[in-house]
């Protein structure tokens, strides 16, 4: 009978502790209900969508740490074309077209020039933020396309919110393309050997690339979900969601080293993040003791998911 490794499922186990502790000691001030649950899957979207890229990027041995500041790009990217008079699905494909581009510049400096993505992606978070910063002189920009942002916010179909709509349906076409296609396998085998993949006749270098660009993408899409859950862009969007994604992802048990991703233990993570974060406020903490709590919760979670040597 083969041994049932519980550092596998640590996330889930330590999700359904969390769940646990928040209904018994603050239940009575709303946060089993399901308008707050609702909320929790709102607020987490946005990292919920990059995380399940970040799982890809992270799954092929490498890192993003630009998704944040390219979110901010998109949004506002998006925002003025809607601003100028256009309709809004070509503010979304001008959206898409920034994420995409800064991915592609991500992959080929990374692919081509060979410079590890860790420093790649770290400058281009800050040239990214100044220019979101540059591109409005820090105004926000108002959306008022009520289209838009039904569709990437406030909106609703059949009760459910859309935000909650896009990351479940991101997070399961994630999973089947890690899980069931030749795609996801090449990932695995970049991150996991890279010469070995390359002997299997794998073209690491292009699978790379593709990682950054669907970075990118998705980075843009949750960009249009914060300018569309809060009807505005700001230069500011996406602050520290590179940290969180990456946090969501190893906390869910793909391995920072390549090689080795789960989606679903992705999504699992990043419900985990926004529950904690959820809890913490109801609870009156200020965000001081916010932040140490859920660190010290997330830092714990990961040392038990921690296989044991030998």
Do not use: C
């Not at 330590?14 to 928040?22: G, K, R």
């Not at 978070?125 to 916010?153: C, E, H, K, W």
């Not at 914060?226 to 793909?254: D, K, P, W």
């Amino acid at each position: 009978m083969p041994k049932i490794q519980w550092q596998n499922y640590v996330v889930y186990i330590f999700f359904i502790v969390v769940l646990a502790f928040f209904g018994f000691t603050i239940g009575d001030s709303g946060f089993l209900t399901v308008t707050n649950l609702f909320n929790i899957a709102r607020t987490t979207a946005m990292i919920t969508i990059m995380a399940v890229a970040m799982t890809f990027v992270i799954s092929a041995g490498e890192l993003d740490l630009s998704v944040g500041s390219t979110a901010a790009l998109a949004a506002l990217v998006g925002a003025l074309v809607m601003q100028a008079g256009y309709p809004w699905p070509l503010a979304v494909m001008a959206a898409l077209a920034a994420g995409l581009g800064v991915g592609a510049l991500n992959g080929f400096f990374v692919t081509v020039i060979s410079i590890p993505s860790f420093l790649v992606t770290l400058g281009m978070m800050q040239f990214i933020r100044g220019l979101d910063m540059r591109v409005t002189y820090t105004n926000p920009v108002s959306i008022s396309n009520q289209s838009f942002n039904a569709i990437f916010g406030s909106g609703k179909f059949y009760g459910l919110p859309s935000l909650l709509i896009w990351s479940v349906v991101i997070a399961g076409i994630g999973h089947v393309v890690l899980k069931y296609t030749s795609f996801g396998r090449e990932i695995l085998a970049t991150g996991g050997n890279r010469l070995a993949a390359e002997y299997s006749g794998v073209k690491t270098r292009k699978v790379k690339f593709a990682v950054f660009l669907l970075s990118g993408a998705a980075a843009a899409l949750a960009g249009m979900l914060y300018s569309g859950m809060m009807q505005t862009a700001r230069f500011n969007f996406g602050e520290g969601a590179e940290l969180m994604a990456i946090a969501a992802v190893i906390l869910g048990g793909t391995s920072l080293f390549g090689g080795k991703g789960t989606i679903l233990g992705t999504f699992a993570g990043s419900l985990l993040i926004g529950t904690i974060n959820n809890g913490l406020i109801i609870m009156g903490l200020d965000v001081s003791e916010q932040m140490m709590v859920a660190g010290a919760i997330i830092i714990l979670a990961v040392a038990f998911g921690k296989k044991p040597n030998g």
